[in-house]
């Protein structure tokens, strides 16, 4: 196994970090590295906010479900899916474009800008693996639409589609156990998608369980993500930003 494959195997979240910042010489490779992700017809559909302001990281910490690691993080990126800047490089040159209406718009949100900043934010965790800085993604940046649009200054046409926190990772977090992965036979269905029988879904889940039966654990899973106040609350932040794009003039 080479190197790149040792990383991503190795990889993990970090939510706890030393005390000690990521260099500015560092955080520029590690942001070179993003930009040079793959990008549907090399529009680079995305923009990086580089949260330095402290203040701002303490408020950001509050709104993506109150965790204060967020703020003790030395580097904390943004990356936006960024429909805006290409429609104010067409008026810019009088293309007279059409706008980012809800069908254009759904698939450069909901696709292609928000696959184009999710590429690069990896790319900026492989990086920053690389070069023994751990990362955490807050996919909570999606909540609370109209106060994180305030604190970005986000204006239309562009989605916040994920957050990255990054820091020197300390030793517990080090010798910490990565979680483990389904087996490929669950994850990858060769040609076509192929709905699992309840007996594959029991055994892709089975290392989940524990000690614990089934129905204990999904109950317990459910109620603690999909069915929480926060991801409720992100379905509602998400179809509001999805609205903008439903303006036909």
């Known amino acids: 196994m080479n190197s790149i494959m040792e990383s991503l195997y190795h990889r993990k979240s970090v939510r706890v970090y030393e005390d000690r910042p990521v260099s500015d010489e560092l955080?520029?490779?590690?942001?070179?590295?993003?930009?040079?992700?793959?990008?549907?017809?090399?529009?680079?559909?995305?923009?990086?906010?580089?949260?330095?302001?402290?203040?701002l990281k303490d408020a950001l910490a509050e709104t993506c479900d109150h965790q204060p690691f967020i703020a003790k993080a030395s580097m904390v990126l943004v990356f936006c899916a960024d429909c805006k800047k290409w429609?104010?490089?067409?008026?810019?040159?009088?293309?007279?474009?059409?706008?980012?209406?809800?069908?254009?718009?759904?698939?450069?949100?909901?696709?292609?800008?928000?696959?184009?900043?999710?590429?690069?934010?990896?790319?900026?965790?492989?990086?920053?693996?690389?070069?023994?800085?751990?990362?955490?993604y807050i996919g909570d940046i999606m909540e609370n639409c109209e106060e994180q649009r305030r604190l970005l200054n986000l204006p239309e046409y562009v989605f916040p589609a994920a957050m990255l926190v990054f820091g020197w990772p300390t030793q517990q977090?080090?010798?910490?156990?990565?979680?483990?992965?389904?087996?490929?036979?669950?994850?990858?269905?060769?040609?076509?998608?192929?709905?699992?029988?309840?007996?594959?879904?029991?055994?892709m889940f089975a290392h989940q369980c524990k000690n614990r039966s089934f129905e204990e654990w999904c109950q317990a899973f459910?109620?603690?993500?999909?069915?929480?106040?926060?991801?409720?609350e992100m379905t509602r932040s998400v179809e509001k930003y999805l609205k903008q794009f439903q303006k036909t003039e």
């Open 87 to 136: 429609y104010d490089t067409y008026l810019e040159a009088d293309c007279e474009p059409r706008l980012p209406g809800c069908l254009y718009g759904l698939m450069t949100l909901d696709g292609l800008a928000v696959t184009d900043a999710v590429i690069a934010a990896q790319n900026a965790v492989v990086a920053a693996e690389s070069l023994g800085i751990g990362s955490c």
């Open 173 to 203: 977090q080090m010798d910490r156990q990565k979680p483990q992965r389904c087996e490929r036979k669950h994850i990858v269905h060769e040609n076509t998608y192929r709905s699992m029988n309840g007996e594959e879904l029991r055994e």
């Open 27 to 55: 955080k520029n490779e590690i942001l070179d590295a993003a930009m040079q992700a793959p990008s549907a017809g090399c529009q680079q559909l995305y923009t990086i906010l580089d949260i330095t302001d402290q203040n």
């Open 222 to 232: 459910c109620q603690k993500k999909y069915n929480s106040d926060f991801s409720r």
